[in-house]
């Protein structure tokens, strides 16, 4: 939920309405085991890892940060 996330939010909630949007993002989170849009910690959570000494031998990976979405 980025503020350029909360503007597109914004947006969806003004075509569509409240309730509408409330169908649109519970659709959408159908697709997310965890149920729950990201934030931008989950993915600074990746990043501080990655950065860190703990993943020093690690490189050349792919690192998915969507909350399941790739496992539906």
Avoid: C, W
């Avoid at 350029?4 to 993002?25: C, D, H, L, R």
Wanted: avoid cysteine; proline fraction near 4%.
């Amino acid at each position: 939920m980025t503020p350029m996330m909360k503007s597109i939010v914004a947006n969806y909630k003004q075509k569509f309405g409240e309730e509408g949007f409330e169908k649109i993002q519970e659709e959408k989170l159908k697709d997310v085991s965890l149920r729950r849009p990201a934030e931008p910690e989950d993915i600074a959570n990746v990043v501080s890892f990655l950065t860190s000494h703990k993943a020093d031998y690690i490189n050349g990976q792919a690192i998915i940060v969507d909350g399941g979405s790739v496992y539906k």
